[in-house]
């Protein structure tokens, strides 16, 4: 009897320091990229790393400006691409699908979602770049963001379709029966209806899928072009800037890591720092986005 | 009251050794300092490697053919850049590191006890895509297209098409000596709109993969896939470059921290012996005796 | 139904004007039409991706190809049997570190934490906290882990480039869907089988390990395969952690190289894009096969 309980105490001892484990985690992970980041940014300030874009290494300077606007073009071109498209599935699986289409579809986008990233950057390399290079502009090698807003919206498809979806579905039934018995159509229900009542659960899965395409690395190295310039158009066709070579913010870390020492290294997770607070910027505003709607 | 205390105890503890802890010695490779090692025992069965990706498959071949006739030890290479190789050395984290350029003044004055030793020489190829219809650049055509002066193939002699320009990250050492060596400059500013790619393999896929495009690789990279242009009147061969002809030519060093001893010593002087330096050359490289 | 529905709001009862019905018909096949589209577009770029990397790829793979390690760094030659014993290394390390940390929080938060209200505040508030960690971590991009990682293993601890280091970078990447998927199977099992047990006089811990443990079994397993998904996949977090050796990892401490990192150095730095091709359907089979298995454990689990 007195070993169970004691059992029982010790047993719960370990549970608890188990579920600290995480927080422990993400203090070390702050913990240690603010401490690599701090020379850098106390070296060359805050200020000056998000509005230079000049990133010479070898002259300490580290202007991460270009590497922002590329991570943030990169994905507005996924999210331009991807979102309808998702959207689009979501309602489709939701709302209008037969059982056996569904079925298909839907382990047609879970298979894309467990597609490894390397595999997309690979047919992005092979198949998207040669074909991006046919567009006839000027300046324009394949490389860049279109190739990679493409690669992104593959991948970004599933995460946006699965949660929206879920947001749909869980839309009462009253609210679309009420519609249809007040003699709406069912398209015209699903746009007046269901869509409104399901806007946090989509927003949240936009934001979700942002979050992702700002998030990946090893697809943008391979498809993006990594050179350091801030993305403009070609010529006088303002949508040519996603013809336009570009770095992302993740790019910049896993090309020069293996190459850099003392002050550079810092930099580079100083890079790490301004990811992470970009992507925690992008959640917030969208959870406030959410909040303020409710209201 | 009693879990709260308990567990911030161990976590404390946690935090504590993970931030004060001194590097164990693991039973592994990277942590022995060479000099650990004396003569008479047994050589040390690991060897490691890390540092340019230009001297990286030239290693390759040099481990297996030392691991060929010492099946006891065992040589691994790992990229990671020169900048990498030369610190990777003077930290002891591995055993050898490899640069594709000459040690800085800088790295020299932070690590004294650096020994670099000159393996084996080898010459940067400038490459283009196999259609572009070019055989030969002055040194200064190539100047200006990387220092986005010159933007079309027309203005130096080809079609009328857009240059592409690859290159490599600023902490390549091929880069660095591409720079010096042709730019006049070791921290030379690229063309912005210039594709830059990780190591050597990469700028050769991009360049024999992308039409119009011109790189810089090592001569052990040349291959069918991409075409080297002569360099102000001599072709990029290993004869040119030992004459003295093609001037594109940097040392490959291998560094260690102090004098290095046991297998890494036997390593290094079959390296530097007629054997090693006869792979040197089979490979494409320049032979330093 | 909204058809008949239809027919009642017609001409015939809407006071005045014209219904506009048809119009709205007409806007919903259209829209109903693009929304098939939407539908068929993502099976089509399944089918373009899957299908042109399998196709191009499904040439290289022979017995050779699985069994021979990468050789000739340049040429890409040789095949891919080091990166298959690596990832299986990899997986097995992260699982078995990640595994018993993740179902050990989950079940505290499930089974314990709440009961904990009672307790101090302070209790509370480091539940909180220990929940909003795991969020948090959930949303990190994966190569920060790698960063992460390279400081602290790599370089602080002084593992180098080596299994170990990756392993634990990737165990802390997992660590949140493993903890997610054992609190969601273990709030799936009923409360009647709690009370039960305890009715019966055993303690806390003998319920949790004898009960509501192997009932939430299924869904626990479902959370680990996902991982190991993610772990195959997965390329940053391992790029900057590993290193790229081509040989077989003999110890903890030695560098390797997985099949997503194999893809990817094949691709950039070789131009065997064939065996890139190959090494990628390879993947793609492995997930296919961790889907179908996760399909398999959801519907068991389901059953229940």
Known sequence: MRRRYLVDRSVRYLLFFSALISLFIVFMIALFTLREAWPAFREIGLLNMLTSSEWRPGRDQFGLLAMIAGSVWAAVGSMILGVPLALAGAIFLAEVAPVWMRGIVRSSVELLAGIPSVVYGLFGMVVLLPAIRRIPVAGNTGFGILAASIVLAVMILPTITNIAEDAIRAVPREYKEGSLALGATHWQTILGVTLPAARSGIVAAVILGVGRAVGETMAMIMVIGNSIVLPRPLNSNPLTLFLSQARTLTGNIAVEISYATGLHEDALFATGVVLFVLIMIINSSANLLIRERRR | ?289 | MSEQIGVVLSTDYAPGGRSNLTLRHLTERAAFALLWLAGGAAVVALLAVVGYVVVQGIGAIDLDFLFSAPRGGLAGEGGISTTIITTVYLVALTISVAAPLGIGAGVFLVEYASEMQGHSGLIRRIVTVARFGVETLAGVPSIIFGLFGYALFVSALHFGFSLLSAGLAGACLILPVIIRTTEEALLAVPRSYREGSLALGTTQWQTVSSVVLPAALPGIMTGIVLSVGRIISETAVFYVTLGGSSRAPTSLLDSGRTMALHVFYLATETNAFQKAMATGTILIVSIVLINAIIHLLTRRFAMR
């Open chain 2, 1 to 289: 009251m009693r879990y709260a205390f308990v567990s911030t105890l161990l976590l404390a503890s946690m935090l504590l050794a993970a931030c004060g802890s001194p590097a164990t010695p693991a039973p592994g490779p990277g942590s022995d300092q060479p000099t650990a090692t004396t003569a008479s025992e047994p050589v040390a069965s690991e060897i490691t490697v890390a540092g340019s990706t230009s001297v990286q498959p030239l290693a390759e071949v040099l481990a297996e053919a030392y691991m060929g006739a010492h099946p006891e030890i065992r040589i691994t290479v790992q990229g990671g850049g020169s900048s990498v190789g030369v610190k990777s050395a003077a930290e002891g984290t591995v055993d050898i590191g490899t640069a594709s350029r000459e040690v800085k003044d800088e790295e020299l004055a932070e690590f004294p006890d650096l020994q670099a030793f000159i393996i084996a020489r080898d010459g940067i190829a400038i490459v283009v895509h196999p259609d572009v219809p070019l055989e030969a650049l002055t040194k200064d055509q190539v100047k200006g297209i990387y220092e986005g002066s010159i933007t079309m193939w027309s203005e130096v002699g080809g079609p009328d098409a857009a240059i592409v320009v690859v290159g490599r990250e600023e902490g390549s050492g091929t880069r660095g000596a591409f720079g010096s060596l042709i730019m006049d400059d070791e921290e030379f500013a690229m063309v912005g709109t210039a594709i830059l790619q990780p190591s050597n393999g990469a700028v050769r896929t991009t360049v024999s993969t992308t039409p119009n495009s011109i790189g810089f690789i090592s001569f052990g990279y040349l291959d069918g896939s991409v075409k080297a242009v002569a360099i102000d009147g001599a072709e990029a061969t290993v004869e040119n470059a030992l004459s003295g002809e093609y001037p594109v030519v940097r040392p490959f060093n291998m560094l260690t921290i102090g004098e290095p001893s046991g297998a890494v010593k036997d390593w290094l002087d079959f390296i530097l012996s007629e054997d090693g330096q006869a792979i040197v050359a089979d490979e494409g490289y320049l032979a330093v005796q």
